[in-house]
């Protein structure tokens, strides 16, 4: 999916062209939508789900104990992330693999801790995003991620992101659960309904910024469900992977993928590309 280029980028890039010894230009903070992102935006959603049961069940920390480890974790990473002043592949991915985790953890522990029906976590994680949207659009005018080039609009971003792994969790479980699909089935019944966005979309004229952000919920669930088909018993109907392997192995695609990125920097934006003297 492609999606407008922001006035804001447009400007920074002829400000670098005019002007190349003048202030920094604000660059776009988060990489440009091709099939890496989708790629590496599903493996992450993964290791979310894998990482999740695997620190769960052989740390020993519990449900509460992971969530705080993770949690400060990822705090510690969108520290650096927002104090980078361009996109950064490994910054950048590093905080989608952690909030895919953390996520997660807000789901199951609504769920298992809490015993709050996935009906009722599905629907109020996606009364807090629709806020998260209408606020988000109130204050900036846009909600596309090409524009991603200040503090306000990035943690409006970062926070969309959150509840989009935690409203894809429960409402990948809730579909889960109520359909008994099996993994195997679920994970092609989500990647169906990718098909039919990217379908409505390139097709049917759907507005580029809502089929990303529908797309991007859609994508937690299919990770989810792809990594308890490689992980879970083969009673169960899955392979028996185990967590360890699955989560190490996925995790080593990601990091091959993400260092790729980094020296190529073929999913930076155009104006990225073209004025690497200002990283």
Known sequence: MTYETSKTSASSAAGAQAAPCGPRPRWN???????????????????????ADLLNEKAGLGLTGVSVLMSALLAVVLVVQFRTSAYRAGVYWLAVALISVVGTLISDNLTDNMGVPLETSTTVFAVILAIVFVVWYRRER????HSIDSTGRESFYWLAVLFTFALGT???????ERMDL???LAAVLFGLAIAAVALAHFKLGLDAVWSFWIAYILTRPLGASIGDYLSQPTGDGALGMGTVVTSVLFLAVILGLVVYLSVTRKDATQPQRAARHWA
């Open 182 to 184: 099996g993994y195997w």
């Open 142 to 145: 846009t909600l596309s991620i």
């Open 170 to 176: 429960a409402a990948g479980d809730l579909v889960s």
């Open 29 to 51: 903070k988060v990489p440009e939508v091709t099939a890496y992102f989708w790629i590496i935006k599903v493996l992450c959603t993964t290791v979310g789900e894998t990482a």
